[in-house]
């Protein structure tokens, strides 16, 4: 056809052509140029085409695949190519009318399908370049994980993190090269872990163990964010992630992070969610990021800065959150940003306080005042202690 997309993007297993559908087989016989991963390309038999090996980092092959536009090519990637695959990236810098993908099976299906595990209830995760705090979330006794990895030597590694974590009693399956004949598999706790391991690799993870685990719901106990102190506190963090209502695909500015526990919050409740954390302390900044790579929330971005200043050039925000620095300068900033914008920002000073009641006298919004007693000992008995009481402003521009 003469309409026919130049680039077809094939899904290949460690069985090689046999494992092949016949429009994938159909789609090589007829291409020019093969790329991919000398592994993969080891796989195929002569098939007549030019063949290019895809080189390391990924990305450096981008542009040389680009330079093919207008030739058949196949590319050729792992199992699926759109489930932590290749086939997003070069999805994302073609014409749809360009490519076409024919998939093949994903190494989370092959995986389940050996360990007898529903795959809709087993949490799936890419690690080949991303750390392995992102499965801490997930880590709770009776979660079922299958996790991609980089290399063998990643195998140790991620033992090694979940034994830290308090879950070496967790039983991971160590499968190695799925679905061809150098198929591999060993299972073993992850204390107990011995043994040389080989790309391809994955690990599924029956976890188990007494390690701390995450609440689901917002407002997670305090200790989980390394603080000097300056923290928005566990019900009044509950509290202003109501107010924030996170959606998915949106953006927040947490201004005056103190220990990023908002922003933090905010990116555990969706993986589409972004955040950036504004703080003006260099010290605190380092322990938001700190915070935030403990928990596998690497995509907070930390800004360090004061506010409104600092808000320069960042991406414009679907919320915004005011912990601390409250100013009449930062509020004309922040009642500037384009319509439907959601502001929440919490005060405890009465000069802070004036400023919203302000705002809100201008702008509306509702105004709630949060005032907290905890249980302490008087003498041999026990009474409230008073917290500062704080006033949360929140509004939609």
Not at 7 to 12: A, D, E, Q, R, V
Not at 357 to 365: C, D, F, S, V, Y
Not at 371 to 395: D, F, M, N, T
């Given at each position: 056809?003469?309409?026919?997309?130049?680039?077809?993007?094939?899904?290949?297993?460690?069985?090689?052509?046999?494992?092949?559908?016949?429009?994938?087989?159909a789609?090589?016989?007829?291409?020019?140029?093969?790329?991919?991963?000398?592994?993969?390309?080891?796989?195929?038999?002569?098939?007549?085409?030019?063949?290019?090996?895809?080189?390391?980092?990924?990305?450096?092959?981008?542009?040389?695949?680009?330079?093919?536009?207008?030739?058949?090519?196949?590319?050729?990637?792992?199992?699926?190519?759109?489930w932590?695959?290749?086939?997003?990236?070069?999805a994302?810098?073609?014409?749809?009318?360009?490519?076409?993908?024919?998939?093949?099976?994903?190494?989370?299906?092959?995986?389940?399908?050996?360990?007898?595990?529903?795959?809709?209830?087993?949490?799936?995760?890419?690690?080949h370049?991303?750390?392995?705090?992102?499965?801490?979330?997930?880590?709770a006794?009776?979660?079922?994980?299958?996790?991609?990895?980089?290399?063998?030597d990643?195998?140790?590694?991620?033992a090694?993190?979940l034994?830290?974590?308090?879950?070496g009693?967790?039983?991971l399956?160590?499968?190695?090269?799925?679905?061809?004949?150098?198929?591999?598999?060993?299972?073993?706790?992850?204390?107990?872990?011995?043994?040389?391991f080989?790309?391809?690799?994955?690990?599924?993870?029956?976890?188990?163990?007494?390690?701390?685990?995450?609440?689901?719901?917002?407002?997670?106990?305090?200790?989980?964010?390394?603080?000097?102190?300056?923290?928005?506190?566990?019900?009044?963090?509950?509290?202003?992630?109501?107010?924030?209502?996170?959606?998915?695909?949106?953006?927040?500015?947490?201004?005056?992070?103190?220990?990023?526990?908002?922003?933090?919050?905010?990116?555990?409740?969706?993986?589409?969610?972004?955040?950036?954390?504004?703080?003006?302390?260099?010290?605190?900044?380092?322990?938001?990021?700190?915070?935030?790579?403990?928990?596998?929330?690497?995509?907070?971005r930390?800004?360090?800065?004061?506010?409104?200043?600092?808000?320069?050039?960042?991406?414009?925000?679907?919320?915004?959150?005011?912990?601390?620095?409250?100013?009449?300068?930062?509020?004309?900033?922040?009642?500037?940003?384009?319509?439907?914008?959601?502001?929440?920002?919490?005060?405890?000073?009465?000069?802070?306080?004036?400023?919203?009641?302000?705002?809100?006298?201008?702008?509306?919004?509702?105004?709630?005042?949060?005032?907290?007693?905890?249980?302490?000992?008087?003498?041999?008995?026990?009474?409230?202690?008073a917290?500062?009481?704080?006033?949360?402003?929140?509004?939609?521009?």
């Amino acid at each position: 056809m003469a309409d026919a997309p130049w680039l077809t993007i094939i899904g290949l297993g460690e069985d090689g052509p046999d494992g092949l559908c016949v429009a994938s087989r159909a789609a090589l016989d007829a291409a020019e140029i093969v790329m991919g991963p000398p592994r993969h390309l080891s796989l195929l038999p002569d098939v007549g085409a030019r063949r290019i090996d895809w080189p390391v980092p990924f990305a450096d092959g981008v542009e040389t695949l680009l330079s093919c536009r207008g030739t058949p090519t196949v590319a050729l990637a792992s199992g699926d190519p759109f489930w932590f695959g290749a086939g997003t990236t070069l999805a994302a810098r073609l014409e749809r009318s360009e490519w076409r993908a024919l998939p093949g099976r994903s190494t989370f299906s092959l995986a389940a399908a050996r360990l007898g595990w529903a795959l809709e209830t087993t949490a799936c995760f890419g690690l080949h370049a991303a750390p392995l705090t992102r499965l801490r979330p997930a880590l709770a006794p009776g979660r079922r994980l299958i996790v991609l990895l980089r290399g063998g030597d990643s195998v140790h590694a991620l033992a090694e993190y979940l034994s830290a974590e308090g879950f070496g009693a967790s039983t991971l399956s160590v499968l190695q090269a799925l679905g061809g004949p150098r198929e591999a598999m060993t299972e073993a706790r992850a204390d107990a872990l011995t043994g040389d391991f080989s790309h391809p690799v994955c690990v599924a993870i029956a976890v188990a163990g007494d390690g701390a685990v995450l609440p689901l719901a917002s407002g997670r106990p305090d200790d989980w964010f390394d603080n000097d102190g300056q923290i928005t506190k566990r019900p009044v963090r509950a509290m202003t992630l109501s107010a924030l209502a996170p959606r998915a695909f949106e953006h927040l500015w947490d201004i005056g992070g103190g220990s990023g526990s908002i922003g933090i919050e905010w990116l555990l409740g969706d993986p589409t969610l972004r955040a950036t954390c504004v703080e003006r302390d260099p010290a605190r900044a380092a322990r938001i990021a700190e915070n935030a790579a403990r928990l596998g929330q690497d995509r907070l971005r930390v800004v360090t800065g004061s506010a409104p200043q600092a808000l320069d050039g960042l991406d414009p925000p679907d919320a915004v959150f005011v912990g601390g620095g409250l100013s009449q300068a930062l509020l004309d900033r922040l009642t500037a940003l384009p319509a439907g914008t959601r502001i929440v920002a919490n005060a405890v000073t009465l000069e802070s306080e004036a400023l919203i009641a302000a705002a809100q006298a201008r702008l509306g919004g509702a105004v709630l005042r949060l005032e907290l007693s905890q249980a302490a000992p008087i003498g041999p008995r026990r009474g409230w202690k008073a917290a500062y009481p704080i006033v949360q402003w929140s509004v939609t521009l």
